[in-house]
């Protein structure tokens, strides 16, 4: 096809159409004499055969165009192109998850390549890959029909949907995993003036200036008080995704005391070796379970998907975390899903 979605076709005629043609114009004929004693002879004539290889390969040439231009207009451009034209429209894939609502798969093609037409076992195939504006939304995109673009050109392997998706991790899940491993701990160190004891009470975090900030309240006894030092104290740090591509992590955490100089100066050795080394263990997330489980969702919204003139077909997708940046309600994370996903004309639309 052209680049205006067109089929084209054409045809190379071989240097000679007809390789064998004759007409007998005259029978074989015989006339004997007689010469009595001398003999009998015969003289004979015929068959002619009139060769007319050369004489219809003229006049097949004479018209060598006509056939190249009955070739060309035997699939007419709309016989392909309104079938393309009817599907080019965005279109959402519903994904029911198991304890929230549900959200849409949004896909808006914005190119297309084509492969040409392969030669299979039992017929045709063609191959158009599009480029596409996908996003995940609580509501599904509007499916109003766009102009096709111009067509470009494509080998014919398998198609695959590779797409960038932005999605939401709750500061909450960290939060989980902080409070689960700090909260109620007991961190003590032995120092000359007396052992230093912490303990963490309660756990806080927020984001702050493009950073994530996390907040320890702690009880300390400090060696020669009477009264425990109560307050907060605070750590900042970045958002960055695991080499495994699941988990994220808050890295590059550094202490921002809210508490008297006396407390830190007593303290400030088992805050930075003790608990600092316990938060940078456990300021971490594994997103592997939820990522399989939308895999799974995903997977199975575009098994469900129906599509009038569409056969939808996919392979299990993998997700892998790309980059996470802090938003004001929750960690904004980008990532990458790829899977085998076909899309072909229906056979009863193809018919048509």
Aim: glycine residues 8%; proline residues 5%; negative net charge.
């Amino acid at each position: 096809m052209n680049d205006k979605w067109c089929p084209v076709l054409s045809g190379t005629p071989t240097g000679r159409w007809v390789s064998s043609a004759s007409v007998e114009v005259v029978g074989k004929n015989c006339l004997g004499f007689d010469f009595g004693n001398l003999g009998h002879p015969q003289v004979c004539a015929g068959p002619i055969n009139l060769g007319l290889a050369d004489v219809l390969n003229g006049q097949i040439n004479d018209h060598r165009a006509k056939i190249q231009d009955a070739i060309s207009k035997a699939l007419p451009c709309d016989a392909l192109r309104s079938k393309v034209e009817a599907q080019w429209h965005a279109f959402s894939i519903k994904i029911d998850r198991r304890d929230s609502t549900p959200v849409y798969l949004n896909i808006v093609p914005t190119a297309a390549s084509f492969s040409g037409l392969v030669g299979e076992a039992q017929g045709m195939k063609m191959t158009v890959r599009v480029a596409a504006k996908t996003s995940l939304a609580a509501e599904p995109v509007p499916t109003q029909s766009l102009s096709l673009p111009p067509l470009g050109k494509t080998s014919a392997d398998r198609s695959q949907a590779d797409i960038t998706l932005q999605a939401t991790a709750a500061y909450g899940l960290l939060l989980d995993e902080l409070s689960k491993n700090l909260k109620g701990r007991d961190f003590q160190q032995q120092t000359p003036a007396g052992a230093v004891d912490v303990k963490v009470d309660d756990v806080d975090l927020y984001p702050s200036a493009g950073s994530v900030v996390v907040g320890l309240k702690v009880q300390a006894k400090l060696p020669g008080e009477y009264l425990n030092t109560t307050g907060w104290v605070y750590l900042s740090g970045l958002p960055r995704v695991e080499k495994t591509g699941t988990a994220i992590s808050i890295n590059e955490l550094h202490f921002a005391t809210v508490l008297d100089n006396a407390f830190w100066k007593a303290a400030q050795s088992l805050f930075e070796t003790q608990i600092l080394a316990d938060l940078e263990a456990h300021a971490k997330v594994d997103l592997n379970k939820q990522i399989n489980d939308a895999s799974d969702e995903i997977l199975k919204a575009v098994h469900n998907t129906n599509v009038p003139g569409l056969k939808i077909s996919a392979d299990t997708p993998s997700i892998e975390l790309l980059d996470i940046t802090v938003g004001p309600k929750n960690l904004i994370a980008s990532a990458r899903l790829k899977m085998n996903f076909d899309m072909a004309l229906s056979a009863d639309l193809v018919g048509q």
